[in-house]
T-cell receptor, first 114, second 116 residues
Framework: GENVEQHPSTLSVQEGDSAVIKCTYS??????FPWYKQELGKRPQLIID?????GEKKDQRIAVTLNKTAKHFSLHITETQPEDSAVYFC?????????????FGSGTRLSIRP | DVKVTQSSRYLVKRTGEKVFLECVQD?????MFWYRQDPGLGLRLIYF???????EKGDIPEGYSVSREKKERFSLILESASTNQTSMYLC???????????????FGEGSRLTVL
């Protein structure tokens, strides 16, 4: 089955700097890679996702890159702000017509220093 | 807005008790999931279901069972609770990927279970 590894487990960056979180996956059948953000005491919510037919996707200050050959994908946050402080989870799943077993990485706790 | 509702936010149970955690979604999603969240371990999949009465094991199904008698409801059952099942349990639902849908997971608020 799929195994997703996520690094680093904690990350502290100065406000305004960039943050990068990296994930690797094992199942070559995986072709959908979402990222979820969980603020303290709240439920995880999708912030960006990428499919295997795309190498990069951007949404304002957030971008995700995918290298299918190397089986890794990364989340990039630029111009970090205090509200970016949260736990971020990457995930991988194959695109099936029915069941989608979504496997998560272990999470990265991002702290933004003022 | 999609709403995923978990029946209990906080539960305290004793070792050996039977525990039911219930989850209801109102968006007619085909897929439903139960995850367990522990510090440093992320979100680990216990069971998921892609249709009524259908279920598949996730990565950590031992000690758990599930029931999906209706499309909108997915229950997690701990037949005999143990202290190592103390955790935050998150239910989620998603539509089938395709036809313009991404398969995004919509989570409930979580149920924090303490087993004494």
């Amino acid at each position: 089955g799929e195994n997703v590894e996520q690094h680093p487990s904690t990350l502290s960056v100065q406000e305004g700097d960039s943050a990068v979180i990296k994930c690797t996956y094992s199942d070559s059948a995986s072709n959908y890679f979402p990222w979820y953000k969980q603020e303290l005491g709240k439920r995880p919510q999708l912030i960006i996702d990428i499919r295997s037919n795309v190498g990069e996707k951007k949404d304002q200050r957030i971008a995700v890159t995918l290298n299918k050959t190397a089986k890794h994908f990364s989340l990039h946050i630029t111009e970090t702000q205090p509200e970016d402080s949260a736990v971020y989870f990457c995930a991988a799943t194959p695109f099936y017509s029915s069941a989608s077993k979504i496997i998560f990485g272990s999470g990265t706790r991002l702290s933004i220093r003022p | 807005d999609v709403k995923v509702t978990q029946s209990s936010r906080y539960l305290v149970k004793r070792t050996g008790e039977k525990v039911f955690l219930e989850c209801v979604q109102d968006m007619d999603h085909e897929n439903m999931f139960w995850y367990r969240q522990d510090p440093g371990l992320g979100l680990r999949l216990i069971y998921f279901s892609y249709d009524v009465k259908m279920k598949e094991k996730g990565d950590i199904p031992e000690g758990y069972s599930v029931s999906r008698e209706k499309k909108e409801r997915f229950s997690l059952i701990l037949e005999s609770a143990s202290t190592n099942q103390t955790s935050m349990y998150l239910c989620a639902s998603s539509p089938i990927q395709g036809q313009g849908k991404t398969g995004e997971l919509f989570f409930g608020e979580g149920s924090r279970l303490t087993v004494l």
